[in-house]
């Protein structure tokens, strides 16, 4: 069992910048892909980010390719979503998620992810 807890959302104005942070629970996180995910209000949960388990590879986006940043530190088990200017479009719950060990598939699928965190808002003001 893997719990994730994010943290660091809160409310920013248009063209500012949120770093979010994802601490994982035990001793499998370097073995396990990581996703960052967002839901807006009405709106169907979506991909944000992911970094892979084997090597790091990451993956965004088409929205947000170019403005956020996602890395891992596994000497910390934490997940990193460094987000820079930022829209109001970008308002949402934002969740951590981690995949099972092993496992590099479908990054951007929410049923690739077997643990989610309880989600931070992030809320940006035009």
């Known amino acids: 069992q893997v719990q994730l807890v994010e943290s660091g959302g809160g409310l920013v104005q248009a063209g500012g910048s949120l770093r979010l942070s994802c601490a994982a629970s035990?001793?499998?996180?370097?073995?396990?892909?990581m996703g960052w995910f967002r839901q807006a209000p009405g709106k169907e949960r979506e991909f944000v980010g992911g970094?892979?388990?084997?090597?790091?590879?990451?993956y965004y986006a088409d929205s947000v390719k170019g403005r956020f940043t996602i890395s891992r530190d596994n000497a910390k088990n934490t997940v990193y979503l460094q987000m820079n200017s930022l829209k109001p479009d970008d308002t949402a719950v934002y969740y951590c998620?981690?995949?099972?060990?092993?496992?590099?598939?479908?990054?951007?699928?929410?049923?690739?992810?077997?643990?989610w965190g309880q989600g931070t808002q992030v809320t940006v003001s035009a």
């Open positions: 998620a981690a995949q099972t060990l092993m496992s590099s598939t479908a990054i951007a699928t929410t049923q690739s992810y077997a643990y």
């Open positions: 035990g001793r499998t996180f370097s073995s396990r892909t």
């Open positions: 970094v892979a388990w084997n090597g790091g590879r990451t």
